[in-house]
């Protein structure tokens, strides 16, 4: 399954938002050596519940706007917000209303 994915690097906290359609990820690493790349795969892994090998980058190695792939049957969460921590430890997301879902450029 291939989706995109737009990263906010050098943010304050890691968190997400998906509107179902593409993802936004704010990542506290900068994009700097592939540090934010790797942040960010890492991020959509556990987002996903899946192992980081079986998500890769396909574009947008040097872009905020990355196309990512993940591997075998994943199921995609439904729209929503939360903080990545809570993704991360495995337990689910918390909703949040802090702002819209996504940012178009």
């Known amino acids: 399954m291939r ?7 050098r943010a304050g906290r890691e ?4 509107d179902g359609e593409e993802l936004e990820l704010w990542i506290t690493q900068p994009p700097v050596e592939d540090a934010a790349n790797g942040a960010c795969l890492r991020l959509v892994a ?4 899946v ?3 079986r998500v890769r980058l396909l574009a947008g190695r ?3 706007r990355k196309l990512v ?9 439904p729209p929503s ?6 993704t991360t430890e495995g337990a689910s997301a ?4 802090d702002g819209p879902s996504s940012v178009r450029n």
């Open 94 to 97: 918390p909703c949040r209303a």
């Open 15 to 18: 968190r997400w938002s998906w």
């Open 69 to 77: 792939e993940a591997e075998g049957p994943v199921t995609l969460p």
């Open 51 to 53: 192992p980081a090998s």
């Open 62 to 64: 040097r872009s905020r």
């Open 46 to 49: 556990a987002w996903l519940r």
């Open 3 to 9: 989706f995109w994915v737009r990263v906010h690097p």
């Open 81 to 86: 917000a939360g903080d990545a921590a809570s």
